[in-house]
C-alpha cells in the first residue's frame, strides 16, 4: 500500500478539487438518505387519509397523554404505592423517551402548519415535488462529482506519466535492454491505466458509497439504534471475508500486468520484425508465441474475474441476512409491542409499524452502496499492485549519474585516454578485458573486428552510456565520471547503424539535439551533408515533411544523411560513427563518404567500420578480438603485420568486389 498512498499524494495538488468532491458526495448522501426518509410522511398521509397538520397534532396530543400517564405512575411509586423497582427504572426510560419525541414534535409543528397544505392531497402533493425536487438536485451533484473525479484523475495520471517517463529518460541505456521497450511501455501506459482506475473508484464511490451509508445508519439509528446494531452483527464476518479476497485479488491483478507486458513484449517484436517474420514465413510461429501468452494471461484473468465475482454474491448473501435479521426482529417488536429480545432492551418505546418500514427501507439503501463498495476494494487492489510495479520503475536508481562535486569541463582537451578498461555484463561473459587506449585531439580512428568483440560497448563508454567495471576513460588525464554527464554528451556527435528519426518534420528531425538553431543553420548543415538537394526536389513538403515514425517514409541512405546533418549541427568535439554507412546503397556511400572526410578534420572522430572507404579516412586502425586489443597501426601497416586484420580486410574486399 506504500507506493499507492505515494500517488495519492499528488492528488495534493488540487487540494480545491479534492474539497469539491467531498462537498459533492455529502450533497449527494444526504439526498440520498432524505429521498428514503420521505417515504415516512407519505405513508402517514396516504394510509391515514391526513395531512401532516393533524399527524404532528395527533403526535403531540399522544405524546403528552402518555407524559402524563408516566408521570403520574411515577408519583405513585414515589408515593409507595408501588413497590416494583424494575417497572420504576422502565417507566423512567420511557418518559425520557417521550420528552424527546414532544422537544422534537414541538420544534417541528411550526414549520409544518406554516409551510404545509392542511388537507391531505395538497400534502401529498408536496411530499411528491419535494420527492423529485431532492432527485433532481442529489443528480446534479452526483453529475458535478462524478466530474470533478474524472478531472482529478485525470490531472493525477497526467503527473503520474510524466514523472514516470521522466524516470525512465534517466535510466541507463543498458536498463532498456534488461527490461525491454515492451515492459516499459507496459508500466508507462496500461499499469497506470490501472492506477487510474482505482483512484476513479478512489475518489468516486468510494467516497460517495460510504457516505450514502453512513446517512442512511444514521437515519435507522435515529429510529432505533439498538435495533440496528442488533442487525449488524454479521458485518464484521463480511469485513474478514472481503479482506482475504483482496489478498487474492493483489497477486491475481500483479501476475496479470506481468502476463500483459510479456504479451506487449511477443507484439513488439513481431511488428517491429514484420519484414523478418514475411521473409522468413514465421507467421504460423508468431501467431503461435502470441497464442501462448495471450492464454498465460486468459488463464490469470479468469482467476480475476472469480475473484472479482466471488465479492458480489459474499457481500450480497451477508446483506440479505442482515436485512432479513432485522425484518424478523423488527416485525416482532412491532407486532407484539415487545420491548426486548433475550432479555437485551432493544427500544426505549414500542415501535410504530411505519417507522419499521422506514427502517427497512433505510437499510436497503444501505445496500446498495455495500454492494458497490465490493466492486470499488477490487478495483482498488488492482490499483496497488499496478503502483507498485509502476514505482518499481520509478525507484530504480540510475548506475550513471553525476558527481556531487562535478569539474568543469576543458574547452579544448589534449587526449582521449582509455586505460586499463574492463567491463562485463555479468562476471562470466566478459565484454573488453583491459583496454589501453590514447588519442589525441583531432586524431581519426576506426575500429574493425569481427561481431560481438566489444567495439560497441567501447565507443559507448565515451558518452557514458557504460562505465567501466574497472579503469577509467580519462580526458586530459581527468576521469570523465568527473564532469556532468549533459556537459560531457554536449560535445559528443553520434551516427550508428541504426538511424533514429522521430515522427516530426525533417527540420525538427535535423534540429534534434540543437534546438536553439536557426532555420538557416539547419540547412547550411543539410547542405554540408549533401541532403539538401533531395529534401527540396524529392521531399513533397521540404523540410516541412514529416518522415513517419522511424523515418519510413525515407530511404535509408537518406535517413543516413539527415543524421549526419543533425551531428553536423551540432558541430561536437566528439564524433562516435558506429557502422554509419554499413547500410546504405553505393551512391548514398559515397555522398557519406564525402561528407565524413570534411566534417572528422580538426576534430577527433571514432569510427566501428569495415568499409574500404572509410578505414582510408582513419589515422590509425584499432583491431579487436574477444574484447581486446589485437593491433593498432595504419592501414598498411596492419596489413603486414596483423593477421586477423588482413583476414577480415580479404572478407570486405571481396564483399565489395
Known sequence: MTNFFRVLRLAGRYRWMVLGIVVSSLAVAAFWGGNIGIVYPFMEVVFERKSLHDWVDRKLETSRGRIDELEQDLAAAARGESDDPKARQLNEVHLQAELQVVGFLERLQPWIHGYLPSSPFPTLVVIVMALVVGTLVKDGFLMANMMLVERLVH???????????????RLDVREFGDKGTSALLSRLMHDTGNVAGGLNQLFGSAIREPLKMLCCLVLASLICWQLLLFSLILAPLALFLIKRLSQSIKRASRRGMEEISRMYGVVSESFN???????????RHERRRFHRSAKQFLANSMKLTFYNALTKPITEVLGISVISLALVTGAYLALTQEMYIFGIRMTDRPLDPK????????????????????EI???????????????????????IVDPKNPRPMPDHFLRLQFKQVHYHYTPERPVLRGIDLELKAGETIAIVGSNGCGK????????????????????DGVDIREFRVRELRSRIGLVTQHTQLFDDTVMNNIRYGSPHASDDEVIEAARKAHAHQFIGEKLEAGYATRVGQGGCKLSGGQRQRIALARAI?????????????SQVDLESEQLIHKVLEEFVR????????????????????????AGEIVDIGRHDELLERCELYRRLHEIQFRQSA
Not at 520484425?273 to 507467421?283: L, P
Not at 549541427?569 to 554507412?581: F, G, H, M, Q
Open 155 to 169: 490531472r493525477m495520471m497526467f503527473d503520474l506519466r510524466k514523472h514516470c517517463f521522466r524516470k525512465v529518460l
Open 273 to 283: 520484425g514484420i519484414q523478418t517474420v514475411k521473409a522468413f514465413t514465421m507467421e
Open 355 to 374: 417507522l419499521l418500514l422506514v427502517f427497512y427501507g433505510l437499510l436497503a439503501g444501505i445496500s446498495d452502496p455495500v454492494r458497490k463498495l465490493s
Open 377 to 399: 476494494y477490487s478495483a482498488i487492489q488492482g490499483a496497488v499492485a499496478a503502483s507498485e510495479r509502476v514505482f518499481g520503475l520509478v525507484d530504480s536508481q540510475p548506475s
Open 456 to 475: 560497441t560497448t567501447l565507443v559507448n563508454m565515451v558518452p557514458r552510456f557504460f562505465d567501466p567495471v574497472v579503469g577509467a576513460v580519462l580526458m
Open 569 to 581: 549541427l551540432r558541430d561536437p568535439a566528439i564524433l562516435i560513427l558506429d557502422e554509419a554507412t
Open 602 to 625: 580538426g576534430r577527433t572522430a571514432i569510427m566501428i567500420t569495415h568499409r574500404l572507404s572509410t578505414l582510408a579516412l582513419a589515422d590509425r586502425v584499432l583491431v579487436m578480438d
